[in-house]
């Protein structure tokens, strides 16, 4: 249906491409965490089709990139999907405000909790602009 124009919003389409490996990368303001997805049965990676992770240390050039995105993508933190090529080039495939963190370092708690401090920061931050100091609320 997508192919055909059928669908009533945009697609993006990407190449299978059979040797590459994906890795996530939790952005969460100064805490970057990544982790391999990796899943021999599937060539879909995702940890819910049977999937594992394990922990990944970015390069300086995929941390640089991620950077990048989360500056062009204005998201106050992220889950940036990458896919490698065995020859080291790479490419986003995906960001998403949330996600899986089955694989990462960084414990769900922990998460919820640097999740919790960019929401309050950023509310801080609307209420100073907007001259609401010690409100608790947002007026439109």
């Known amino acids: 249906q997508a192919v055909l124009g059928v669908l009533r919003f945009p697609f993006v389409a990407q190449p299978f491409q059979e040797e590459c490996c994906d890795v996530r990368v939790v952005m969460l303001g100064d805490t970057v965490d990544a982790y391999q997805r990796h899943n021999p049965h599937n060539f879909r990676h995702n940890l819910h089709c049977g999937g594992t992770g394990s922990p ?18 204005g ?18 495939t995906e960001i998403n405000l949330r996600g899986g963190l089955r694989g990462a370092r960084i414990c769900q708690d922990d998460y919820d909790r640097a999740v919790e401090k960019i929401h309050a920061a950023l509310v801080a931050g609307q209420l100073q602009r907007h001259g609401r100091q010690g409100t608790t609320y947002l007026d439109p």
Not at 56 to 73: N, T
Request: with cysteine; proline share 6%; net charge negative.
């Open 75 to 92: 998201f106050p933190y992220a889950h940036i999907d990458l896919l490698l090529s065995p020859a080291g080039d790479f490419r986003l």
């Open 56 to 73: 990944w240390v970015l390069s300086a050039e995929q941390a640089e990139f991620c950077h990048k995105v989360m500056a062009r993508s």
